[in-house]
């Protein structure tokens, strides 16, 4: 059963850990991560962007799924469904299909529209049991069309936002999506540190997660991070897989092409690529 995901993250804070959110974007990705957290006994949080839930076919087909998976492969460790990067009213669309959690960006909008949303947000979602993540800041690069420069979050404005009651928070902190340049600066530990001043107890989020070196990931967490996004390096592993299968023309050999074992090699990286992330964040036998 899906539950919400704050739980699994107040106990990643006062652990000294952090929870995985990886993306979906079919069924093998979803397959290889529920069966990855079981394996390595860890929670686990599937995050869905409005694009990807747009591609696997609409929210209700993702929650069917994912419904269906964790029944079917017995999953029996704390797994959140969680829409990331959500519209205002995108959040309102998860909350419909039976999402146990949204999360809400509004680090475009001016500070007051930002609480304004956020606060209607957080009554509907808490009313149904769900857990809700704001955004305060911009998550650098390009997400579903949305550019963000990478500003690091005000602090005092993570502050007016944690007040409002939200579950856990994304604070900019200088991490980009997809693939980090040559000429990054790094995560601005100062801003981390003042926004966890700010915001106490509440668990903190690192979007970005795909390329960030291990001792970063490391330090954010004792920091106050508790749940950490990673996407592209599941996508860049899959690619490379399928890549050498069908480069060594093993798609040619006997039913080689049957999309059972055409994707098995992506698959495999996949969980690889989770295993070795739950290991670095300090979830495996946390479940």
């Known amino acids: 059963m899906l539950v919400s995901a704050t739980e699994m993250l107040k106990k990643a804070k006062a652990g000294h850990y952090a929870v995985g959110q990886f993306n979906i974007n079919n069924l093998e990705w979803t397959k290889a991560i529920l069966l990855t957290a079981k394996e390595n006994r860890s929670p686990v949080i599937l995050g869905v962007s409005e694009g990807a839930g747009k591609y696997m076919g609409g929210y209700d087909v993702v929650v069917g799924m994912v419904n269906g998976l964790l029944k079917d492969l017995d999953i029996d460790v704390p797994v959140a469904l969680h829409l ?48 809700i993540e704001a955004e305060v800041g911009s998550i650098g690069g390009e997400e579903d069309g949305v550019v963000g420069m990478g500003e690091c979050a005000d602090p005092n404005e993570c502050k007016q936002i944690a007040d409002l009651g939200v579950d856990f928070l994304a604070a900019g902190i200088g991490n980009i999506h997809g693939k980090y340049p040559a000429n990054w600066k790094g995560l601005s530990f100062e801003t981390l540190d003042a926004v966890q001043q700010k915001t106490g107890e509440l668990p903190l989020v690192l979007h970005g997660g795909t390329g960030i070196p291990a001792d970063m990931i490391k330090k954010a967490i004792t920091l106050g991070v508790a749940k950490i996004n990673v996407n592209t390096e599941c996508q860049l592993a899959f690619a490379e897989a399928t890549r050498k299968y069908v480069e060594a023309g093993k798609d040619l050999e006997g039913k080689g092409f049957d999309p059972r ?25 946390r479940a």
């Open 84 to 131: 990331d990067h959500g519209t205002f009213e995108g959040c309102y669309k998860c909350i419909e299909a039976g999402f146990s959690s949204i999360m809400f960006d509004g680090s475009h909008y001016p500070i007051d529209e930002n609480i304004a949303k956020t606060t209607e947000l957080v009554k509907v979602a808490h009313g149904k049991g769900m857990s």
């Open 261 to 285: 074992k055409l994707l098995a090699p992506g698959f495999e990286a996949i969980k690889a690529t989770v295993k070795e992330k739950m290991e670095l964040f300090g979830s495996v036998g």
